[in-house]
């Protein structure tokens, strides 16, 4: 192949992206098209996956479908791939971006909050395993037995630095509330973000005579207006000394899904400041 960037190019490649309509979604969707490729925005709010397509149209003159999924069906994952391939004959590259992150309130004096493990509900456990984990494995089954058919494609999971390392409690401690009142992460956040870093190595030897690689990306916090203490006390955490912003993850995206990366599959790549370097 000629030049070390032109192997960043995706040009012609179609790529969907889960939870297309959310914060990081329409930044992936965004370093697809900045590489040349067509994103897909499926997501099971389907007004803001239509509404943020039509801006992204608009943004880079080429028409960007969004779509209605709900990944945690079999049934509806499949009509997302019927959709995709009636529009584009093919689906080169697969994005498992979608997850549940329910922010952890620092408002919540006068209970015992939902996230404590002792108390987390069984309901919660089920929601959030069936978009961040089941989700995944349903679109990664679906997409990649097409991908295995054509003998090539690309499948990247968005992990977490909490894929890596347990959240440290204390950066959502509140002050003056007793231990058993204090908010935390939830657990399924960090059992989520791991298990995608074994989806990542089991599909990526799974399909390694396939042509289909298979990677994870994992990072950390992007700064979204967060409040300040919060931030502080994160912050404190990353060697850096501050947050992600929400662009800075598109050049990496880019060469998880081209041609950049073409000798790596089952890897995980970590951009967050250094925090899992602590
Ligand atoms: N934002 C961060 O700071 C950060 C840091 C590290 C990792 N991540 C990871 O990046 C990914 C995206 O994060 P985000 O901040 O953009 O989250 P977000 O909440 O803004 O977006 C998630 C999207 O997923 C969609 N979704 C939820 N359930 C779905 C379902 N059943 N089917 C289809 N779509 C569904 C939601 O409608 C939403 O648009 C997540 O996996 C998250 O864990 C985020």
């Known amino acids: 192949m000629s030049n070390s960037l032109e192997r960043f190019r995706i040009d012609g490649k179609v790529a969907v992206i889960t939870g297309g309509a959310g914060f990081l979604g329409v930044r ?5 098209l900045d590489a ?29 479908p969004g ?26 590259i697969l994005i498992n971006n979608a997850a549940n992150d329910p922010k952890v309130k620092q408002d919540e004096a006068d209970s015992v909050p939902w ?17 961040g984990l089941t ?10 037995r097409e991908m295995a058919k054509r003998n090539q494609g690309v499948i990247l999971n968005i992990a977490s630095d909490l894929g890596i390392i347990a959240p440290d409690q204390r950066i ?25 870093i074994g989806l990542t190595k089991y599909l990526a ?22 409040p300040e203490t919060f931030v502080r006390q994160l912050t404190n955490l990353i060697p850096m000394g ?17 041609d950049a990366s073409s000798y790596m599959t089952g890897a995980s790549l970590s951009i967050d400041g250094g925090r899992t370097c602590w």
């Open 205 to 226: 030897t799974y399909w390694a005579d396939k042509g289909i690689r298979v990677n994870a990306l994992c990072p950390g916090g992007v700064y979204n207006g967060q």
């Open 67 to 92: 779509f209605y999924a709900d990944i945690t069906t079999h049934k509806s994952v499949e009509e997302l791939c019927t959709m995709c391939t009636e529009r584009f004959g093919k689906v080169d």
């Open 135 to 144: 989700g995944a494995y349903l679109c990664s089954q679906v997409f990649g």
């Open 36 to 64: 040349g490729g067509i994103p897909i925005l499926a997501d099971i709010n389907e007004s803001a996956a239509k509404q943020r397509a039509a801006n992204l149209s608009d943004k880079y003159n080429l028409e960007v």
């Open 28 to 32: 992936h969707a965004e370093a697809v």
């Open 115 to 131: 996230s404590r493990f002792e108390a987390f509900p069984e309901m919660i456990w089920n929601k959030d395993i069936s978009v």
């Open 172 to 196: 959502y401690h509140i002050q003056g509330l007793p231990d058993e009142r204090q908010p935390v992460k939830p657990v399924t956040y960090s059992v989520v973000k791991h298990g995608m």
């Open 242 to 258: 501050r947050m992600a912003d929400a662009d800075e993850y598109k050049p990496a995206i880019i060469f998880l899904i081209s």
